[in-house]
Nanobody, 115 residues
Framework: QVQFVESGGGLVQPGGSLRLSCAAS????????MAWYRQAPGKQRESVAH???????NYADSVKGRFTISRDTAKNTVYLQMNSLRPEDTAVYYC?????????WGQGTQVTVSS
């Protein structure tokens, strides 16, 4: 079973940047479109960015122009570079396959944007 380990979150001021990493066991990134998701308190989990096996990326309107997804298949890792962070970006961030069936969700990494 694939396991995801997300890291890189933290507390950052509005306008700041963070780089999230998602490491996975196995070579899932080579075979599937992968995505970053986030879940804010009291809200449903939403996809914010995804990257295909041919390295084409797509973003939610709320993060377009500020976030960049990338992957390193040799390291079995997917990244999310987040710039110009806003308080509304505060959430727990997860990675997983873009389309169902999903793998087991990891614990995620908390991102808090606050002054």
């Amino acid at each position: 079973q694939v396991q995801f380990v997300e890291s890189g979150g933290g507390l950052v001021q509005p306008g700041g940047s963070l780089r999230l990493s998602c490491a996975a066991s196995g070579s899932i990134f080579r075979a599937y479109t992968m995505a970053w998701y986030r879940q804010a308190p009291g809200k449903q989990r939403e996809s914010v960015a995804h990257i295909t096996t041919s390295d084409r990326s797509n973003y939610a309107d709320s993060v377009k122009g500020r976030f960049t997804i990338s992957r390193d298949t040799a390291k079995n890792t997917v990244y999310l570079q987040m710039n110009s962070l806003r308080p509304e970006d505060t959430a727990v961030y997860y990675c997983n396959k873009r389309y169902e069936p999903y793998e087991a969700w990891g614990q995620g990494t908390q991102v808090t944007v606050s002054s």
